[in-house]
């Protein structure tokens, strides 16, 4: 069965930095995007990057250029390096995929930025 096992979370200081990692399993991760949403207390969850089976990426707006989503399809591991983290990204951030149109979530990884 499909597995996404999130690791890499923490409490860090603003302007610090972190690296989420997700392990997949289960599905053919090479063919299929991945993709990293969070949500913060009372909010819905929000994309926050994304990349392509190619390697194309996107991001919202309000990490680009502090966020870097890649992926090594010879581990099945997706990840976000997160630089210049602010107080407004804490939040738990979540791995996603969704093979032959059946969404999978990891089960979460708290990310705290504060002083």
């Known amino acids: 069965q499909v597995q996404l096992v999130e690791s890499g979370g923490g409490l860090v200081q603003p302007g610090g930095s972190l690296r989420l990692s997700c392990a997949a399993s289960g599905f053919s991760f090479s063919l299929n995007a991945m993709r990293w949403y969070r949500q913060a207390p009372g909010k819905e969850r929000e994309l926050v990057a994304a990349?392509?089976?190619?390697?194309?990426?996107n991001y919202v707006y309000s990490v680009k250029g502090r966020f870097t989503i890649s992926r090594d399809n010879a581990k099945n591991t997706v990840y976000l390096q997160m630089n210049s983290l602010k107080p407004e990204d804490t939040a738990v951030y979540y791995c996603?995929?969704?093979?032959?149109?059946?969404?999978?979530w990891g089960q979460g990884t708290q990310v705290t930025v504060s002083s």
């Open positions: 990349i392509t089976s190619g390697g194309s990426t």
């Open positions: 996603h995929t969704a093979p032959r149109g059946y969404e999978y």
